[in-house]
């Protein structure tokens, strides 16, 4: 069964950090390109980071978290990672995975995607 599971959502302090993993099952992540996206109540779902395939191991970042969030991955473990400090209350959402043959900004381009894992930024 072809699935995308994610985990380490939780409540966070503003300043605070999580780690974000999205792991694998029924085929080989590090084939494709895996993105991070977010959606907050009543926006819509917008890109945050991407890590290429292997053949093209670029990393993207959304302006708004460049220098705050670092994506990995580790092929041995057929998971990916979405590091994030210093957390600020906007960076509050629904987090989701997704594994496509590139990065994208088109959410149509991704063919897996998980159920998505709660961050939020609050004191």
């Known amino acids: 069964q072809v699935q995308l599971v994610e985990s380490g959502g939780g409540l966070v302090q503003p300043g605070g950090s999580l780690r974000l993993s999205c792991a694998a099952s029924?085929?080989?992540?590090?084939?494709?390109?895996s993105g991070w996206f977010r959606q907050a109540p009543g926006k819509e779902r917008e890109g945050v980071s991407c890590i290429g395939s292997p053949s093209d191991g670029t990393t993207y970042y959304a302006n708004s978290v460049k220098g705050r969030f670092t994506i990995s991955r580790d092929n041995a473990k057929n998971t990916v990672y979405l590091q994030m400090n210093s957390l600020k209350p906007e960076d509050t959402a629904v987090y989701y995975c997704?594994?496509?043959?590139?990065?994208?900004?088109?959410?149509?381009?991704?063919?897996?995607w998980g159920q998505g894992t709660q961050v939020t930024v609050s004191s």
């Open positions: 029924g085929f080989t992540l590090d084939y494709y390109a």
């Open positions: 997704a594994a496509g043959p590139r990065c994208s900004d088109y959410l149509s381009s991704y063919n897996y």
